[in-house]
């Protein structure tokens, strides 16, 4: 079977750093992604790790490492607008599903 | 900015009755999909289509779903006789490549109220 675990709901001021973890458990894991959604809204694709090490895109970074089943995502200068859910997902080798984590509830406040 | 389209928005029906929702992918990709979200909770893998069949399905897609691409633009998922259960969120998405962890674009989906 297939787990993640990722923290329910994370508070953190405008203008700082926050970082939400994912750890998984997955057989013929293949790449970690990330999305974020707005209430009411759809998945926005964030961010994909294939490879170990760090991706950065803007004020967004994330990292894998899949020696420890482990990924972050890194969220820089927040800003109100980032308050949303942000899920982790795996995809699986050989796979065209992606697996989606229970989401985190990032509140950003001034 | 291409985008998935889906239709309707929101629809309400009885138990038991058949629905259709329908959903334009971006025109160029060639994998596509249909994920649902029960209110509150995670986005789930419903079915994935390719090359005008299904590609990977999940257990939640019993004989009660189907999808069909009809005419090469839109893509459709039935539910047959739905459930209570079966309200939720359903969102289409498609990608332009299937196998690699390539961003797979989201619609804005529909809100399927079963009563």
């Known amino acids: 079977g297939q787990s993640l675990e990722q923290p329910s709901e994370v508070t953190a001021v405008e203008g700082a750093i926050v970082q939400i973890n994912c750890t998984y458990q997955?057989?013929?894991?293949?790449?970690l992604s990330w999305y974020q959604q707005h209430d009411g809204g759809a998945p926005t694709f964030l961010s994909y790790?294939?490879?170990?090490g760090l991706e950065e895109t803007g004020r967004f970074s994330s990292f894998l490492s899949r020696s420890d089943s482990y990924g972050y995502l890194l969220l820089q200068e927040l800003q109100m607008k980032d308050s949303a859910s942000y899920f982790c997902?795996?995809?699986?080798?050989?796979?065209?599903?992606?697996?989606f984590g229970k989401g985190t509830k990032l509140s950003v406040i001034p | 900015e291409p985008e998935v389209t889906q239709t309707p928005s929101h629809q309400v029906t009885q138990m038991g009755q058949e629905v259709i929702l329908r959903c334009v992918p971006i025109?160029?990709?060639?994998?596509f999909y249909w994920y649902r979200q029960i209110l509150g909770q995670k986005v789930e893998f419903l079915v994935s289509?390719?090359?005008?069949?299904?590609?990977?399905k999940s257990e939640i897609f019993d004989d009660q779903f189907s999808v069909e691409r009809p005419d090469g633009s839109n893509f459709t998922l039935k539910i047959r006789s739905t459930k209570l259960e079966d309200s939720a969120m359903y969102f289409c998405?498609?990608?332009?490549?299937?196998?690699?962890?390539?961003?797979?674009?989201f619609g804005q989906g529909t809100r399927l109220t079963v009563v």
């Open positions: 997955t057989s013929g894991f293949y790449g």
């Open positions: 025109s160029n990709h060639l994998y």
């Open positions: 289509f390719y090359n005008n069949e299904i590609s990977e």
């Open positions: 790790n294939g490879l170990d």
């Open positions: 997902a795996v995809k699986r080798a050989g796979s065209y599903q992606l697996t």
């Open positions: 998405a498609s990608s332009s490549e299937g196998g690699r962890g390539t961003e797979a674009f």
